[in-house]
Nanobody
Framework: QVQLVESGGGLVQAGGSLRLSCAAS????????MGWYRQAPGKQRELVAT???????NYADSVKGRFTISRDNAKNTVYLQMNSLKPEDTAVYYC?????????????WGQGTQVTVSS
C-alpha cells in the first residue's frame, strides 16, 4: 500500500501564489513519473504537469510560464509552485505517483486539495 498526502491548497487572490506538496509513503520500491491533475466543477480532470525520474517536465499550455513542478526523490515528494494564479485555476488538485510493483507500473492518487483563486 502507498499513501499520498497532499498539502498547500487554499484561498488566494488573483495574481498570488501557492505551493502544493504531495508526499508518498508506504510500500515504495521504485517510483517513476509524478505529477498533478486538476478538476474544476462541472469539468473533466485535466493534466497540469508531470515530471519524470530524470526531471523532464511537461506542462499544460494553460499553466506554462506560471507553474513549476519539481520533485525530491529522497523524500518521495512532488511539488507544484503556482504563481500568477488566475480565477480559472480554481479546482481540486490531485497528485499522482507511478509506482513499479509486481512487474507493472501502477498509478496512485492523492486525495485532492482545493485551490480557490478569487478575482
Amino acid at each position: 500500500q502507498v499513501q499520498l498526502v497532499e498539502s498547500g491548497g487554499g484561498l488566494v487572490q488573483a495574481g498570488g501564489s501557492l505551493r502544493l506538496s504531495c508526499a508518498a509513503s508506504g510500500t515504495i520500491f521504485r517510483i517513476g513519473a509524478m505529477g498533478w491533475y486538476r478538476q474544476a466543477p462541472g469539468k473533466q480532470r485535466e493534466l497540469v504537469a508531470t515530471i519524470t525520474t530524470g526531471s523532464n517536465t511537461n506542462y499544460a499550455d494553460s499553466v506554462k510560464g506560471r507553474f513549476t513542478i519539481s520533485r525530491d526523490n529522497a523524500k518521495n515528494t512532488v511539488y507544484l509552485q503556482m504563481n500568477s494564479l488566475k480565477p480559472e485555476d480554481t479546482a481540486v488538485y490531485y497528485c499522482f505517483v507511478d509506482r513499479f510493483l509486481s512487474s507493472n507500473w501502477n498509478r496512485n492518487w492523492g486525495q485532492g486539495t482545493q485551490v480557490t483563486v478569487s478575482s
